[in-house]
């Protein structure tokens, strides 16, 4: 089958790339141009016709990519046409018409790349980390793992554990004979070894995987605090609806910041206060969700009203930044209690202190990325397959210690298969939709 698909974004351009790829291309290449297909990887200006009347379409570059020196590892092309959606549209619709082409699905260019044993499955998913990368240190991130920095120490401790798995083997086919003692010492040393690597490469405190879907602050307090004020004085925008009535947020509202080229996705939730209405109670269970699993949380309270008993209480016990607002209308010192939180006062109304409380989230996202350059996981699928290998080698310890080869090496197999499914060294069909159904069409 051949596929096609715009590559390039979608709306109005000054050109426009359609991808093809498959053993049709040459055809609708011929048949699209009436030339024979031009030199590979070289960039040729070509007349694009309509294939039963030869009413010109456009006129565009044609670059020609055969096999297996393609993306795809298939016979591949990329037709450069002007970006209007007329001219996309009308192209799409020639190539449609070929017998065996169809419009590709999200990421199958990718895809194909990958069962064509161009790329890993890393580079796979740090491609589409690029194309949807919004700041710098997501970007520098992706380039990261698709030099292949993560592929690399995967495939390493791999090669470890089937070399281990080899001496174990040959105890199970050669019953009879002893290993010596410095080979099953060496067994146990290497496994342990790569086990404890896999563990330091676990404590990363999730970091790769904050990079890449954005660092989560979540704004939570009492109803008419100034939530969602402080959502829109952060994002320089009307994001949230902005009311004296208590309760006007019911559900979660989110934005998506760049604070220094930090990836940071800021969310305002209901007032959270004893309520009978079921809608603003559902709206606070949220709340208290999106507090448990943000990253930082910063509480904002009323200057002239601060009750930090309860629940409040509890948020500010990890994570958090207490924000006092309404200064302005403060007449009298804080309670001291206050000074054991880390607080700032601000006034939204008069623009006070709003530096202050930025440089306190600053410099809390520079504490938590500031051992980006070691992470290696960016994903929580990374995560899983690490955490299933380390429960098998913790079994083929136990095991091997008991000189139960048979079960031990089964063990070794498992742990040694949940590393090569990150890579994508194993069959892994189970896990190709959910990878590349996240890229967008024409990739």
Request: charged share 30%; hydrophobic share 40%; net charge neutral.
């Amino acid at each position: 089958m051949t596929i096609y698909a715009l590559s390039s974004g979608p709306g109005v351009s000054g050109v426009a790339v359609i991808r093809i790829s498959g053993p049709e291309t040459s055809k609708v290449l011929k048949k699209l141009t009436n030339k024979e297909i031009p030199q590979p990887r070289m960039a040729t200006l070509r007349k694009i016709n309509n294939i039963n009347t030869s009413e010109l379409i456009d006129e565009g570059i044609i670059i020609w990519f055969p096999a297996p020196e393609s993306y795809t590892g298939e016979d591949m092309a990329e037709i450069h046409v002007h970006g209007g959606k007329a001219v996309v549209l009308a192209l799409q619709n020639e190539i449609s018409k070929f017998e065996n082409c169809r419009l590709a699905e999200a990421g199958e260019f990718t895809k194909l790349a990958f069962q064509n044993g161009k790329i890993n499955l890393l580079k796979a998913e740090s491609i589409a980390d690029l194309i949807s990368a919004e700041t710098e240190i997501q970007r520098l991130q992706a380039v990261k793992i698709m030099k292949g920095k993560s592929s690399k120490k995967f495939n390493e401790l791999r090669e470890k554990l089937l070399k281990i798995l080899s001496f174990v083997e040959a105890k199970i086919d050669f019953p009879e004979d002893d290993l010596p003692e410095e080979n099953l010492k060496k067994i146990k040393e290497d496994s342990s070894n790569v086990l404890n690597e896999i563990k330091k490469i676990l404590d990363d405190q999730k970091v790769g995987e904050i990079i890449r879907e954005g660092f989560k602050i979540a704004i939570v307090g009492p109803t008419n605090a100034g939530k969602s004020s402080l959502l829109n004085n952060l994002s320089n925008r009307e994001v949230a609806i902005v009311s004296e009535i208590a309760g006007t947020t019911r559900d979660v509202v989110e934005t998506h910041l760049n604070i220094d080229g930090y990836p940071v996705i800021i969310s305002d939730t209901a007032g959270i206060r004893d309520s009978k209405d079921e809608i603003e109670k559902k709206g606070i269970r949220l709340s208290l969700k999106k507090a448990e699993n943000a990253d930082l949380k910063l509480v904002v309270v009323d200057a002239k009203n601060i009750d930090l008993s309860g629940f409040l209480n509890d948020l500010l016990k990890k994570d958090a930044i207490l924000v006092i607002n309404k200064s302005d209308l403060l007449r009298e010192k804080l309670d001291s209690e206050i000074s054991k939180f880390n607080h700032v006062l601000i006034s939204l109304k008069d623009n006070l202190n709003i530096d202050k409380l930025i440089l306190k989230i600053k410099n809390n996202l520079e504490n938590k990325f500031i051992s980006e350059e070691d992470i290696l996981i960016t994903r929580e699928r990374h995560r899983q397959h690490l955490l299933q290998c380390v429960h098998h080698l913790n079994n083929f310890s136990d095991k091997n210690d008991k000189k139960d080869f048979d079960k031990a090496a089964e063990d070794l197999r498992l742990a040694t298969r949940q590393l090569g499914m990150i890579v994508g060294k194993v069959d892994v069909e189970e896990i190709l939709g959910s990878i590349f159904n996240d890229f967008c069409i024409g990739k």
